[in-house]
């Protein structure tokens, strides 16, 4: 769903928070980072000419990425604008109008994704958390504590990119003739690798390719048909697959685990929603007899 252009709508006077969003980041010591990349990149007075909402990345979020890599983006600027622009959209997004799955259209003309989840009252921005709201005269500002990409693939995109990794899920997917479900839009997908698959015996892996709707219950107890990023997790918590018959259950200590595979990579977004990296493949207790 397209949000962005609701935001236009909502009016504020310019005067009633004093600094533009600009200037309430120069402000904050938490932002220095950021502020240098805006100026340098030339986008100060472009912020400062209209309404916007810029969800902003801290000192914090930037130094997660590396000096090295941050030299490297920062020396390419049409690179580092266009990410700076995918922190950036039109209008005043407030954060308490956001539902599960909302599009946002940012200033470089990508899509984010938007989800609000309810159970841990948490609004995030192609998962990130926004950990804080700020008010300026032109605009909002949400504090992030990860900088934003622009995903570039959908699932079935990433699986070929990284087919060295995940050769044996996408042959059986290909099998199943599940490739369109998982180009689906707002899907989670917990992605086992073939290391994952190598944990089973030949045995387990040729019952699970011999029985077409087997192999499909299997496969659609990885995919959710909604977006749920670890900020929408929480312990015990229960997950209903595109397989209905058995639910996923989340368990959170040191590890964030499903079923009894634990999250080794998560929250990586792709243009259809997020995958989570898993060590095991995830078996529904009905099909646990059948695989052997």
Do not use: W
Request: proline share 2%; with cysteine; net charge negative.
């Amino acid at each position: 769903m397209k949000i962005f252009g609701l935001f236009l709508l909502i009016f504020t006077p310019e005067c009633a928070y004093g600094k533009t969003t600009v200037e309430t980041l120069a402000g904050d010591a938490r932002f220095s980072t950021l502020v240098k990349l805006v100026t340098d990149a030339g986008l100060v007075d472009t912020l400062n000419g209209g309404n916007f909402t810029i969800f902003a990345p801290t000192d914090y979020a930037f130094g997660l990425i590396g000096d090295v890599a941050l030299k490297m983006l920062s020396s390419n600027s049409s690179v580092i604008r266009d990410i700076l622009l995918y922190h950036v959209s039109a209008g005043r997004l407030r954060a308490n109008v956001v539902h599960n799955d909302d599009r946002i259209t940012m200033a470089n003309g990508k899509d984010a994704r938007l989800n609000y989840y309810a159970k841990t009252n948490k609004v995030t921005i192609d998962g990130k958390a926004i950990m804080e709201d700020m008010r300026a005269s032109n605009g909002e500002i949400h504090v992030i504590d990860r900088v934003l990409m622009a995903p570039t693939v959908d699932m079935v995109g990433y699986l070929n990119i990284f087919a060295d990794k995940y050769s044996t899920i996408l042959g059986l997917v290909k099998q199943a003739g599940l490739l369109a479900t998982l180009q689906q839009d707002n899907l989670t997908l917990f992605l086992p690798s073939n290391a994952a698959f190598a944990k089973m015996s030949q045995t387990q892996l040729t019952n699970i390719a011999a029985d077409q709707n087997k192999l499909s219950a299997i496969l659609t107890y990885h995919v959710v048909k909604s977006t749920v990023y670890t900020a929408g997790l929480y312990d015990n918590d229960k997950i209903v697959p595109l397989n209905t018959k058995d639910s996923l259950i989340v368990t959170m200590d040191q590890n964030i685990m499903v079923n009894s595979a634990n999250v080794i990579g998560a929250d990586i977004s792709v243009t259809n929603g997020v995958i989570h990296l898993i060590d095991s493949v995830l078996v529904p207790s009905g099909d646990g007899n059948f695989i052997g």
